[in-house]
Protein backbone atom coordinates (compact mmCIF):
# COMPACT_ATOMS: atom_id res chain seq x y z
CA UNK A 1 0.00 0.00 0.00
CA UNK A 2 1.36 3.49 -0.82
CA UNK A 3 0.80 4.68 2.45
CA UNK A 4 2.38 2.02 4.57
CA UNK A 5 5.71 2.36 2.03
CA UNK A 6 5.56 6.31 2.36
CA UNK A 7 5.21 5.38 6.53
CA UNK A 8 8.24 3.35 6.14
CA UNK A 9 10.52 6.02 4.23
CA UNK A 10 9.34 8.73 6.87
CA UNK A 11 10.80 6.40 9.70
CA UNK A 12 13.85 5.91 7.94
CA UNK A 13 14.32 9.20 7.91
CA UNK A 14 13.55 10.41 10.60
CA UNK A 15 15.13 7.36 13.12
CA UNK A 16 18.69 7.52 10.66
CA UNK A 17 19.74 10.22 11.89
CA UNK A 18 19.81 9.60 15.25
CA UNK A 19 21.42 6.76 14.98
CA UNK A 20 24.36 8.17 13.00
CA UNK A 21 24.46 10.15 15.37
CA UNK A 22 24.78 7.15 17.87
CA UNK A 23 27.41 5.56 15.75
CA UNK A 24 30.03 8.76 16.41
CA UNK A 25 32.11 7.90 19.22
CA UNK A 26 30.91 9.59 22.33
CA UNK A 27 33.51 12.58 22.92
CA UNK A 28 33.48 16.18 22.68
CA UNK A 29 30.42 16.22 20.58
CA UNK A 30 28.20 14.54 22.93
CA UNK A 31 28.59 17.21 25.30
CA UNK A 32 25.15 19.34 26.16
CA UNK A 33 27.23 21.88 28.15
CA UNK A 34 30.07 23.86 27.82
CA UNK A 35 33.26 21.82 27.66
CA UNK A 36 35.71 23.90 29.25
CA UNK A 37 38.40 20.76 29.26
CA UNK A 38 42.02 22.52 29.42
CA UNK A 39 40.66 25.85 29.21
CA UNK A 40 40.57 25.90 33.21
CA UNK A 41 42.92 24.81 35.88
CA UNK A 42 42.36 21.59 38.40
CA UNK A 43 40.07 21.73 41.49
CA UNK A 44 42.33 23.61 44.04
CA UNK A 45 41.41 25.23 47.01
CA UNK A 46 42.23 25.23 51.07
CA UNK A 47 38.75 26.13 52.90
CA UNK A 48 36.98 25.76 55.86
CA UNK A 49 33.64 23.35 55.32
CA UNK A 50 30.13 23.94 56.65
CA UNK A 51 31.31 21.93 59.69
CA UNK A 52 34.11 23.75 60.48
CA UNK A 53 36.50 21.69 60.03
CA UNK A 54 39.78 22.37 57.43
CA UNK A 55 39.61 20.98 53.81
CA UNK A 56 41.31 20.63 50.23
CA UNK A 57 39.82 19.58 47.18
CA UNK A 58 41.73 16.50 47.58
CA UNK A 59 39.46 15.71 50.25
CA UNK A 60 36.66 15.50 47.12
CA UNK A 61 39.19 13.40 44.73
CA UNK A 62 36.70 10.41 43.53
CA UNK A 63 33.59 12.50 43.00
CA UNK A 64 32.53 14.20 40.29
CA UNK A 65 32.35 17.93 41.90
CA UNK A 66 30.15 20.67 40.75
CA UNK A 67 31.69 24.04 41.95
CA UNK A 68 29.62 26.81 42.60
CA UNK A 69 29.83 30.28 43.80
CA UNK A 70 27.01 32.15 46.19
CA UNK A 71 26.11 33.76 49.70
CA UNK A 72 23.86 33.00 52.15
CA UNK A 73 21.82 36.83 51.53
CA UNK A 74 21.19 35.66 47.99
CA UNK A 75 17.23 35.21 47.78
CA UNK A 76 16.69 34.54 43.92
CA UNK A 77 19.30 33.11 41.92
CA UNK A 78 21.70 31.12 44.26
CA UNK A 79 18.18 29.33 46.06
CA UNK A 80 17.11 28.54 41.77
CA UNK A 81 20.45 26.84 41.12
CA UNK A 82 20.13 24.99 44.39
CA UNK A 83 17.15 23.65 44.05
CA UNK A 84 17.85 22.81 40.25
CA UNK A 85 21.26 20.54 41.26
CA UNK A 86 18.79 19.40 44.64
CA UNK A 87 16.51 17.97 41.02
CA UNK A 88 19.47 16.98 39.01
CA UNK A 89 20.37 15.29 42.03
CA UNK A 90 16.95 12.95 41.93
CA UNK A 91 17.48 12.89 38.65
CA UNK A 92 20.54 10.70 39.12
CA UNK A 93 19.52 8.53 41.65
CA UNK A 94 22.26 6.13 42.69
CA UNK A 95 24.94 7.73 40.55
CA UNK A 96 23.88 11.07 42.49
CA UNK A 97 26.21 9.26 45.02
CA UNK A 98 29.46 10.07 42.76
CA UNK A 99 28.73 13.29 42.60
CA UNK A 100 29.59 16.09 45.37
CA UNK A 101 28.15 19.76 45.20
CA UNK A 102 30.08 22.29 46.25
CA UNK A 103 28.60 25.64 47.44
CA UNK A 104 31.89 28.40 47.56
CA UNK A 105 30.76 31.81 49.68
CA UNK A 106 31.67 34.73 48.08
CA UNK A 107 30.44 36.52 51.33
CA UNK A 108 32.55 34.92 54.42
CA UNK A 109 32.34 37.89 56.38
CA UNK A 110 28.31 36.61 57.41
CA UNK A 111 28.74 33.17 56.42
CA UNK A 112 29.91 31.37 58.90
CA UNK A 113 29.85 27.80 58.81
CA UNK A 114 26.75 27.38 60.91
CA UNK A 115 25.21 29.78 58.68
CA UNK A 116 26.27 28.06 55.57
CA UNK A 117 25.27 24.70 57.24
CA UNK A 118 21.65 25.84 57.70
CA UNK A 119 21.74 27.44 54.17
CA UNK A 120 22.51 24.29 52.20
CA UNK A 121 20.85 21.67 53.91
CA UNK A 122 18.00 23.33 53.18
CA UNK A 123 18.12 22.31 49.80
CA UNK A 124 19.95 18.96 49.52
CA UNK A 125 21.71 17.07 52.40
CA UNK A 126 23.94 16.37 49.93
CA UNK A 127 25.58 19.94 49.58
CA UNK A 128 28.70 21.12 51.21
CA UNK A 129 29.40 24.39 51.70
CA UNK A 130 32.79 26.32 52.60
CA UNK A 131 33.65 29.22 53.52
CA UNK A 132 37.54 30.79 54.44
CA UNK A 133 39.42 33.98 54.81
CA UNK A 134 38.73 36.74 52.53
CA UNK A 135 42.15 35.77 50.55
CA UNK A 136 41.12 32.33 50.01
CA UNK A 137 38.01 32.94 48.64
CA UNK A 138 39.56 35.49 46.29
CA UNK A 139 42.48 33.20 45.15
CA UNK A 140 39.55 30.30 44.19
CA UNK A 141 37.52 33.39 42.35
CA UNK A 142 40.70 34.29 40.44
CA UNK A 143 41.46 30.64 39.56
CA UNK A 144 38.20 29.68 37.65
CA UNK A 145 38.02 33.21 36.54
CA UNK A 146 34.50 33.82 38.62
CA UNK A 147 34.55 37.81 39.35
CA UNK A 148 32.51 38.93 42.39
CA UNK A 149 32.12 42.08 43.28
CA UNK A 150 30.47 43.74 46.51
CA UNK A 151 28.37 46.87 46.45
CA UNK A 152 26.87 49.05 49.36
CA UNK A 153 22.99 48.13 49.65
CA UNK A 154 20.45 50.80 50.98
CA UNK A 155 20.72 50.45 54.72
CA UNK A 156 24.26 51.35 56.31
CA UNK A 157 25.18 47.52 57.01
CA UNK A 158 23.88 46.07 54.06
CA UNK A 159 25.71 45.52 50.96
CA UNK A 160 24.81 43.17 47.79
CA UNK A 161 27.43 40.40 46.58
CA UNK A 162 27.42 39.96 42.48
CA UNK A 163 28.98 37.14 41.74
CA UNK A 164 29.72 34.36 38.68
CA UNK A 165 26.52 32.71 38.49
CA UNK A 166 28.26 29.48 36.15
CA UNK A 167 28.43 25.85 37.64
CA UNK A 168 32.17 24.49 37.47
CA UNK A 169 32.03 20.59 37.09
CA UNK A 170 34.94 19.05 37.33
CA UNK A 171 35.85 15.29 36.99
CA UNK A 172 36.48 12.76 39.74
CA UNK A 173 40.41 13.44 38.98
CA UNK A 174 39.93 17.19 39.33
CA UNK A 175 39.80 18.12 36.19
CA UNK A 176 38.13 20.89 34.79
CA UNK A 177 35.44 19.23 32.17
CA UNK A 178 32.43 21.47 32.00
CA UNK A 179 30.61 24.61 32.46
CA UNK A 180 26.73 25.01 32.85
CA UNK A 181 24.83 28.10 33.36
CA UNK A 182 21.55 28.54 35.56
CA UNK A 183 19.98 28.61 32.24
CA UNK A 184 20.73 25.69 31.14
CA UNK A 185 18.53 22.93 31.49
CA UNK A 186 18.43 20.62 34.27
CA UNK A 187 18.49 17.66 31.52
CA UNK A 188 21.39 18.60 30.30
CA UNK A 189 23.37 18.57 33.32
CA UNK A 190 21.12 14.70 34.11
CA UNK A 191 22.46 14.22 30.47
CA UNK A 192 26.07 15.22 31.03
CA UNK A 193 26.67 14.37 34.79
CA UNK A 194 25.34 10.87 33.80
CA UNK A 195 28.38 10.40 30.95
CA UNK A 196 31.39 11.74 33.25
CA UNK A 197 29.86 9.07 35.96
CA UNK A 198 29.33 6.23 33.91
CA UNK A 199 32.81 6.96 32.51
CA UNK A 200 34.22 6.69 35.79
CA UNK A 201 34.69 10.05 36.13
CA UNK A 202 37.87 10.22 33.81
CA UNK A 203 38.57 10.07 29.86
CA UNK B 1 -41.64 43.65 38.60
CA UNK B 2 -38.55 40.98 36.41
CA UNK B 3 -35.62 41.22 38.11
CA UNK B 4 -33.73 42.19 34.58
CA UNK B 5 -36.83 45.31 34.79
CA UNK B 6 -35.32 46.34 38.39
CA UNK B 7 -31.56 46.08 37.18
CA UNK B 8 -32.80 48.38 34.38
CA UNK B 9 -34.41 51.28 36.87
CA UNK B 10 -31.42 51.53 38.92
CA UNK B 11 -28.92 51.87 36.05
CA UNK B 12 -29.15 55.24 35.24
CA UNK B 13 -28.61 55.52 39.48
CA UNK B 14 -24.75 54.52 39.01
CA UNK B 15 -22.34 57.02 38.66
CA UNK B 16 -21.06 57.08 34.53
CA UNK B 17 -18.36 55.71 33.21
CA UNK B 18 -16.92 53.81 36.51
CA UNK B 19 -13.00 53.75 36.21
CA UNK B 20 -11.64 50.49 37.39
CA UNK B 21 -8.70 50.86 39.68
CA UNK B 22 -5.30 49.35 38.71
CA UNK B 23 -5.75 46.89 40.75
CA UNK B 24 -9.02 46.02 39.65
CA UNK B 25 -7.62 45.22 36.76
CA UNK B 26 -4.60 42.75 38.01
CA UNK B 27 -5.35 39.47 38.11
CA UNK B 28 -2.60 37.82 40.09
CA UNK B 29 -1.71 34.11 39.76
CA UNK B 30 1.31 31.78 41.15
CA UNK B 31 1.91 33.75 44.07
CA UNK B 32 4.84 32.11 46.23
CA UNK B 33 7.60 32.69 48.59
CA UNK B 34 10.93 30.64 48.71
CA UNK B 35 11.47 30.33 52.10
CA UNK B 36 15.05 30.25 53.17
CA UNK B 37 16.19 29.15 56.91
CA UNK B 38 17.63 31.52 59.42
CA UNK B 39 15.72 34.72 58.86
CA UNK B 40 17.63 35.24 55.74
CA UNK B 41 16.25 37.29 52.85
CA UNK B 42 13.46 35.56 51.05
CA UNK B 43 12.54 35.87 47.36
CA UNK B 44 8.15 36.54 46.62
CA UNK B 45 6.91 35.42 43.06
CA UNK B 46 3.75 36.33 41.47
CA UNK B 47 2.28 36.19 37.77
CA UNK B 48 0.34 39.51 37.16
CA UNK B 49 -1.92 39.83 34.45
CA UNK B 50 -3.53 42.94 33.48
CA UNK B 51 -6.95 42.36 31.94
CA UNK B 52 -7.90 45.89 31.89
CA UNK B 53 -7.07 48.53 28.85
CA UNK B 54 -4.65 50.36 30.67
CA UNK B 55 -0.95 50.14 31.91
CA UNK B 56 -0.96 49.35 35.36
CA UNK B 57 2.24 50.44 37.27
CA UNK B 58 3.33 48.46 40.27
CA UNK B 59 4.83 50.83 42.65
CA UNK B 60 5.16 49.39 46.41
CA UNK B 61 4.83 46.25 48.10
CA UNK B 62 4.27 45.40 51.85
CA UNK B 63 3.38 43.09 54.28
CA UNK B 64 2.17 42.34 58.13
CA UNK B 65 4.79 39.36 58.00
CA UNK B 66 8.08 41.20 56.53
CA UNK B 67 9.73 44.47 57.88
CA UNK B 68 10.51 44.90 54.54
CA UNK B 69 9.47 44.22 51.16
CA UNK B 70 11.14 45.64 48.06
CA UNK B 71 10.88 45.30 44.24
CA UNK B 72 14.30 43.87 42.29
CA UNK B 73 15.16 42.19 39.56
CA UNK B 74 18.50 39.69 39.10
CA UNK B 75 20.54 40.06 36.28
CA UNK B 76 22.99 38.44 34.10
CA UNK B 77 25.73 40.33 32.39
CA UNK B 78 27.55 38.69 29.14
CA UNK B 79 30.21 37.69 31.18
CA UNK B 80 27.79 35.44 33.62
CA UNK B 81 27.74 37.85 36.83
CA UNK B 82 24.54 37.49 38.39
CA UNK B 83 23.48 40.82 40.24
CA UNK B 84 20.05 42.72 42.14
CA UNK B 85 18.74 45.72 41.28
CA UNK B 86 16.05 47.76 42.98
CA UNK B 87 13.49 48.88 41.04
CA UNK B 88 11.31 51.74 41.53
CA UNK B 89 8.44 50.50 39.39
CA UNK B 90 7.12 47.66 37.02
CA UNK B 91 4.51 47.77 34.73
CA UNK B 92 2.06 45.68 33.32
CA UNK B 93 0.88 46.66 29.79
CA UNK B 94 -2.76 46.88 29.25
CA UNK B 95 -3.78 43.41 28.03
CA UNK B 96 -0.30 42.35 28.95
CA UNK B 97 1.32 40.20 31.73
CA UNK B 98 4.90 40.03 33.70
CA UNK B 99 5.90 37.31 35.53
CA UNK B 100 7.83 37.73 38.75
CA UNK B 101 9.58 34.58 38.93
CA UNK B 102 13.29 33.28 39.47
CA UNK B 103 16.59 34.95 38.17
CA UNK B 104 14.29 37.76 36.96
CA UNK B 105 11.79 39.87 38.88
CA UNK B 106 10.63 39.22 42.31
CA UNK B 107 10.01 40.54 45.85
CA UNK B 108 12.96 41.23 48.34
CA UNK B 109 11.35 39.83 51.50
CA UNK B 110 13.11 40.69 54.49
CA UNK B 111 13.15 40.34 58.44
CA UNK B 112 10.03 37.93 59.01
CA UNK B 113 7.96 38.54 61.94
CA UNK B 114 7.87 34.90 62.81
CA UNK B 115 9.58 31.90 61.38
CA UNK B 116 6.98 30.63 58.38
CA UNK B 117 6.79 26.81 57.61
CA UNK B 118 5.88 25.27 54.30
CA UNK B 119 2.59 25.46 53.00
CA UNK B 120 1.37 28.70 55.48
CA UNK B 121 -0.02 31.42 53.90
CA UNK B 122 0.95 34.91 53.40
CA UNK B 123 -0.37 37.83 52.47
CA UNK B 124 1.59 40.27 50.82
CA UNK B 125 -0.02 43.94 49.55
CA UNK B 126 0.91 45.25 46.51
CA UNK B 127 0.60 49.05 45.98
CA UNK B 128 -0.16 50.47 42.02
CA UNK B 129 0.68 54.09 40.93
CA UNK B 130 -2.81 55.28 40.91
CA UNK B 131 -3.14 54.63 45.03
CA UNK B 132 -5.06 51.37 44.21
CA UNK B 133 -4.11 47.58 46.59
CA UNK B 134 -4.18 44.27 45.78
CA UNK B 135 -3.93 42.14 48.68
CA UNK B 136 -2.79 38.57 47.36
CA UNK B 137 -2.26 35.54 49.43
CA UNK B 138 1.29 34.14 48.85
CA UNK B 139 1.96 30.23 49.79
CA UNK B 140 5.05 29.21 51.39
CA UNK B 141 6.82 26.63 49.77
CA UNK B 142 10.44 24.78 50.76
CA UNK B 143 13.49 26.52 49.96
CA UNK B 144 14.51 23.42 47.26
CA UNK B 145 10.83 23.80 45.37
CA UNK B 146 11.23 23.69 41.65
CA UNK B 147 9.90 27.15 39.88
Known amino acids: ?203 | MKPGMLLLWLMPLLPPQVQATQADQIKASHAWIRLLPANLPAAGYVTLDNQGSSAATLVSARSAFYASVMLHQSATDTTGSSSMRMLDRLTVPAHGEVSLAPAGYHLMLQEATHPFKPGETIDITLDFADGSHLRVPFSVRPANAPD
Open chain 1, 1 to 203: MKFSRLARLACLLVLGMPLAACQRNETAASWQLTDISGHMPDLAFQLTNDQGKAVTAADYRGKVALLYFGYTHCPDVCPLTLAHLHVVMQKLGKLAEGTQILFVSVDPQRDTPEALHTYVTAFDPRVVGLTGSPAEIEALTKRYRAAFSREPGKASDSYEVSHSSGIYIFDAGGKARLLATPDDAQDKLVHDLYLLLSAGGTP
